[in-house]
Every structure is written in structure tokens, then in C-alpha cells.
């Protein structure tokens, strides 16, 4: 946001009501002026006009924080029309009443001493037009200014989690560790030791090319969940029971990149990695018609347990990505951590 943009938030923040104030008076102003040129009357056009002001606010308010809001900005627009017709019929109706209740009250002013355009319905109704108007485009461009702030920050706070999630995307440890491990095995001749690399090398593929892209297809991510599992396994193979669960037409879905992959370290890191031996993993996945849904649950040692700037991070790509057409949830036990997380189609 620019200094000017933002200076002029804070302002309206402050003097919300004090600006609507004068904005108003304004008004009153110009009315007063514009319906007493003719008879030169501007304290009895003041009055009068001050009379009808109550139906011109009521109305131009009744646009900006309830029509266009909730028919015009969200596309409504049949509604929109329907209803504003009703609006304005109703504010003539009112403005029509105050006129005759006016002469009615004030014996002393005649018809004839009036000013013939507070008697004209066509041209009372352009004036109530004029100020509506005039408050709607004031609310449409402070709406747009906003949509487009608001849209450069989501572009900024999008760069910023990829470039979280590209740093949180592999645990230095794992790499290391799965290179001492491919060292120990080539160095016993293993047979484990080319299918090790070849799984390794896909992995710092998919990170390298799928992460530049917003979504990958679901079969391509458990592959990659697949060939992680199997170089952690090779860390603590003996220590830790993996159960894995997949159901449904995977081919339907795509994810964000590393989604899985991320939740899975997760569970290695903090589930596996802390117990020395007992540990556990279920990674459920289940594809339905109207929904994804993952879960990955596994063991965890007594205390609180600090989530990490993984699980940070995914939060905040989903919310990005998906907005309210998600749920992450996240549960602590006395046992187990779960992470339950639902996409839908």
C-alpha cells in the first residue's frame, strides 16, 4: 500500500463518522442552494430540504452496505435490479409524503410560493438519483482500491509461503542422512543401494521441477510419499511400523506439490525421530466424489509437541489456495499426533 493510500485509511479509519458528517452537510448545502435559486428563500429551501434528507441518507446507506455488497459485488445482478427498483420507488413514495405532510403542517407556506421543482416527481427523483449515485461511486472505487490491495498482498503472502515451502520442503537432516546411508550401502556391495539413489534422485527431481507449479497430480505426489518412506526406512528400519491406506479415483484429484511429502516428514521428524524404538505411522488417503481426504496419524513421546514450520507453512499455501474449501486439522493426544486434512472437489 502506498503512503497516500495508507494515510487516507488511517484518516477514514479515525474520522469515519466526522467525514460522513461533513459529506452530508455537503449535500444539505448544495440542495439548499440549488432548490432556492429561483425564490431566493434559503432559509425556508434549508428547512425544507433538511426534511428530505433523512430519505436520500436512508436510501443511498441502504445501497452501499446492503445492495451492493450483497447482490452487485457478488454478481447477483437480476436481484440487484429488482430491488433497487423497490428502493427507489419506496424513497420517492417517502419523499412524496414528506412533501404533503410539509404543507400540510405549515399553513402559512402555499403551494404556489414553492420552488416548481420540489413539486416536479421526475426532478425529485434525479435529485435523490444524483447523491445515491454519487455515494455508490464513491463505495464501488473504495471497494476496487481495496480488491486490488488486497490482491497485491495475496500475491506477496503467495511468494512468501513458496518460498517457506521450498526451504521446508526436504529436512537438511534427511538428505544427510540418506547419503551417509546410500554411502554405507554401496560400501557393502548392497542391492538396495541403486534403487536408494534412483528414489533419491526422483525425489530432488519432483522437488526442483513439480514446486514451480500450483498443483500436481495426486498419483505423481504419493509416488514421490512412496520413494521418502523408503529412504526413511532406511533409517529406521526396525524402529518404526508404517501402515499405509488408498482408496479411490485417485486419477480426479490434484494437490499442491509436496503436501503429502510434507506431512509424512512431518510424522518421521517428530514421531519417529524422538523414540528410540515402538514408533508408528498410518498415512490414509481417500479419494471420494466430493472430497479428498488425508489423514496421518503416528506416535509421539509424552509432552507438548511443537508442530514445526511445516505444518506453518502448508497452512498457510491451503488457505491461499483453497480458502474456505479445505480443513486442517490438527489433534494432540497422550500418544498419538494426527493431522486430518480435507480438500473438496
Known amino acids: 500500500m502506498n503512503p497516500v493510500n495508507k494515510f487516507l485509511d488511517n484518516l477514514f479509519a479515525r474520522r469515519r463518522w466526522s467525514?460522513?458528517?461533513?459529506?452530508?452537510?455537503?449535500?444539505?448545502?448544495?440542495?439548499?442552494?440549488?432548490?432556492?435559486?429561483?425564490?431566493?428563500?434559503?432559509?425556508?429551501?434549508?428547512?425544507?430540504?433538511?426534511?428530505?434528507?433523512?430519505?436520500?441518507?436512508g436510501l443511498t446507506y441502504f445501497f452501499n452496505y446492503f445492495l451492493i455488497p450483497r447482490y452487485l459485488i457478488t454478481g447477483r445482478y437480476p436481484a440487484?435490479?429488482?430491488?433497487?427498483?423497490?428502493?427507489?420507488?419506496t424513497a420517492l413514495f417517502l419523499a412524496?409524503?414528506?412533501?404533503?405532510?410539509?404543507?400540510?403542517?405549515?399553513?402559512?407556506?402555499?403551494?404556489?410560493?414553492m420552488d416548481p421543482a420540489s413539486l416536479d416527481i421526475f426532478f425529485l427523483l434525479t435529485s435523490l438519483l444524483m447523491v445515491v449515485f454519487l455515494a455508490a461511486a464513491i463505495k464501488m472505487v473504495s471497494h476496487w482500491r481495496k480488491s486490488k490491495e488486497d490482491y497485491q498482498q495475496l500475491m506477496r503472502e503467495r511468494v512468501e509461503t513458496e518460498l517457506k515451502l521450498l526451504k521446508a520442503q526436504l529436512n537438511p537432516h534427511f538428505l544427510f542422512?540418506?547419503?551417509?546411508?546410500?554411502?554405507?550401502?554401496?560400501?557393502?556391495?548392497?542391492?538396495?543401494?541403486?534403487?536408494?539413489?534412483?528414489?533419491l534422485s526422483e525425489i530432488l527431481d519432483y522437488v526442483l521441477h513439480a514446486g514451480k507449479s500450483d498443483f500436481v497430480p495426486l498419483p505423481s505426489e504419493l509416488h514421490q510419499v512412496n520413494n521418502y518412506i523408503a529412504l526413511e526406512m532406511l533409517r529406521y528400519e526396525g524402529r518404526v511400523t508404517?501402515?499405509?491406506?488408498?482408496?479411490?479415483?485417485?486419477?480426479?484429484?490434484?494437490?499442491?506439490?509436496?503436501?503429502?511429502?510434507?506431512l509424512v516428514e512431518n510424522a518421521f521428524k517428530h514421531g519417529v525421530m524422538p523414540l528410540a524404538a515402538g514408533a508408528w505411522i498410518r498415512l490414509s488417503v481417500h479419494a471420494a466424489e466430493d472430497s479428498l481426504r488425508v489423514s496421518v496419524c503416528n506416535s509421539r513421546k509424552q509432552g507438548p509437541v511443537n508442530p514445526g514450520v511445516g505444518l506453518a507453512n502448508l497452512t498457510s499455501q491451503l488457505s491461499l489456495l483453497y480458502g474456505p474449501n479445505h480443513t486442517l486439522r490438527i489433534e494432540q493426544h497422550n500418544d498419538e499426533f494426527l493431522v486430518n486434512l480435507t480438500l473438496k472437489s
Not at 455537503?26 to 440542495?31: E, K, M, N, P, V
Not at 440487484?80 to 420507488?89: E, G, N, P, Q, R
Not at 412524496?96 to 410560493?113: E, G, K, P
Not at 482408496?247 to 510434507?262: C, N, S, W
Open 96 to 113: 412524496m409524503m414528506v412533501v404533503l405532510l410539509t404543507f400540510m403542517v405549515m399553513a402559512r407556506v402555499h403551494i404556489h410560493q
Open 19 to 57: 467525514i460522513h458528517l461533513l459529506f452530508w452537510l455537503a449535500i444539505l448545502l448544495l440542495y439548499a442552494v440549488f432548490f432556492g435559486r429561483q425564490n431566493n428563500n434559503y432559509a425556508q429551501t434549508f428547512f425544507f430540504v433538511g426534511l428530505l434528507m433523512p430519505v436520500t441518507i
Open 242 to 262: 508404517l501402515k499405509e491406506h488408498v482408496e479411490g479415483d485417485l486419477q480426479k484429484y490434484q494437490i499442491p506439490p509436496m503436501t503429502l511429502v510434507g
Open 80 to 89: 440487484f435490479i429488482l430491488y433497487s427498483l423497490y428502493a427507489l420507488l
Open 177 to 199: 542422512n540418506t547419503l551417509n546411508n546410500l554411502y554405507y550401502l554401496t560400501t557393502q556391495k548392497s542391492d538396495r543401494a541403486p534403487q536408494a539413489v534412483l528414489q
